[in-house]
């Protein structure tokens, strides 16, 4: 564009005052105002003043707006990391809304005096998994790391290769123990270790068993590991620690629901694991967090690290953690949505499915339903697949609908060539939004 041209762009100062801009905030509007007009002189375009308004409001618009916004999810992943992973029930929910405000986090109501904001976690996971005390961080890697620090650190730990696992978002078993601070030493093979290996590699400079589940993944065929029951005894024999990432938190048994066994918390103190790590936000069904369990001296040792305050839980994280495990102990297992969608019958799901297509009967493309399958994901019960019904669109451009959709707010995904909505995660008051989203 020459000189003659770019003079002949409208000025920032008279897009500001363009109608589309005014009763927006005066920087955002500025900003973009800037933008947009740089646009077109980097184009070498000559847009009229309304059309670089138009621009520069959607830019303004979507500086302003929240992105982290809520979406309903039928992804086909119960537990979808890219969309928080587990959703909370109502009682955590309420919990989080009521501690926005001032709450009763490191205080005694009794007496006035400053209090713990562990304290009240401690006692329904002693309830929950059988544990003599617990701790809980910002997610599980901390809880691992934090583990690690307290008891390994200029030290060696013996782990399994077979379970030197990667899991999201690059979080690599063996990086975390080099990270604590720790020499991490492989035992045994990836498809075969046993007990044998372990105690064949203990030295003086020893100082954990480290047991990992492998979360995301699955050895099949000629395989061994050793039980946590079988570590436990050979570690404590050699006056070591069992210290156990069991990954998912769960609290329960899968198989009511059908399901394979995930091995739970409760499960691994009861074979002797000294250390328990596990997170909140998977098959347990909070918020994100990592959660402790052990003997009450081990516990109180690593509270006391330096390292324990800045992993600490904030106070929505306490208040909605401390809620899903009362909806535990009250037996309200259906109020956990998690639970609820791995419970969920196939002939639920398809009635959900068909209500949708009805309400889009008359819309293009025509939706129908098909079968699917839906995971749990969130690295818990790896390779479980789950039947499930979606509603799919025969779209012409599948990538430009699925697009449109999830600015509007709905999740799918693409599959040979269609957008599929899988309806096992989609609850009563998702229906309207999904209608709203395919109609627009």
């Not at 909505?421 to 939004?433: A, H, N």
Request: proline share 5%; glycine share 8%.
């Amino acid at each position: 564009m020459g000189d003659e041209s770019r003079h002949q762009l409208p000025s920032v100062h008279s897009v500001l005052e363009h109608p589309l801009l005014k009763g927006m905030p005066h920087a955002a509007a500025a900003d973009a105002a800037r933008e947009a007009v740089s646009r077109a002189r980097a184009k070498g375009s000559r847009p009229t003043l309304d059309a670089i308004a138009l621009e520069a409001a959607q830019l303004a618009g979507a500086a302003i707006q929240r992105s982290c916004r809520p979406l309903v999810n039928c992804s086909g992943t119960i537990l979808n990391t890219g969309l928080g992973r587990a959703k909370l029930s109502p009682s955590a929910v309420e919990a989080v809304r009521d501690a926005a405000g001032s709450v009763a986090l490191e205080i005694n109501l009794e007496t006035g005096d400053r209090g713990d904001r562990q304290r009240p976690l401690q006692p329904v996971l002693n309830k929950l998994t059988g544990c003599e005390s617990a701790l809980v961080v910002n997610n599980n890697a901390a809880a691992v790391f934090l583990t690690l620090n307290t008891f390994c650190a200029n030290k060696s730990v013996l782990l399994s290769r077979g379970q030197s696992v990667e899991i999201g978002g690059s979080f690599r078993m063996p990086d975390v123990i080099r990270s604590a601070g720790a020499a991490l030493i492989d035992v045994g093979c990836t498809n075969k270790t046993y007990v044998d290996d372990y105690e064949n590699a203990i030295t003086e400079h020893t100082a954990a068993y480290v047991r990992c589940h492998p979360s995301n993944f699955r050895i099949q065929g000629f395989t061994h590991e050793p039980t946590a029951f079988d570590l436990a005894q050979s570690a404590h024999r050699h006056h070591l620690l069992l210290i156990d990432d069991v990954g998912s938190g769960c609290l329960i048994n899968t198989e009511m629901f059908g399901l394979p066994h995930e091995p739970t918390i409760a499960d691994s103190l009861k074979a002797g694991a000294d250390i328990v790590t596990a997170s909140g936000d998977k098959l347990l069904g909070g918020p994100q967090a990592g959660i402790i369990c052990g003997a009450k001296k081990l516990i109180e040792r690593i509270a006391k690290n330096p390292l324990a305050r800045a992993l600490r839980i904030d106070k929505l994280t306490a208040a909605a953690l401390e809620a899903t495990l009362l909806d535990y102990v009250r037996g309200d297992l259906m109020q956990i949505p998690t639970l609820r969608y791995l419970a969920r019958s196939t002939a639920e799901i398809e009635q959900l499915a068909n209500r949708v297509c009805r309400e889009l009967q008359d819309t293009q493309p025509k939706p129908h339903v098909t079968p699917g399958v839906c995971e749990p994901g969130g690295g818990a019960l790896p390779g479980v697949q789950l039947p499930s019904w979606r509603v799919s669109f025969a779209a012409a451009d599948a990538d430009g609908f699925a697009r449109k959709m999830r600015l509007a707010g709905v999740i799918g995904y693409i599959s040979q060539s269609q957008f599929h909505l899988d309806m096992r995660t989609v609850d009563e008051p998702d229906i309207e939004r999904i209608v709203q989203a395919a109609r627009a």
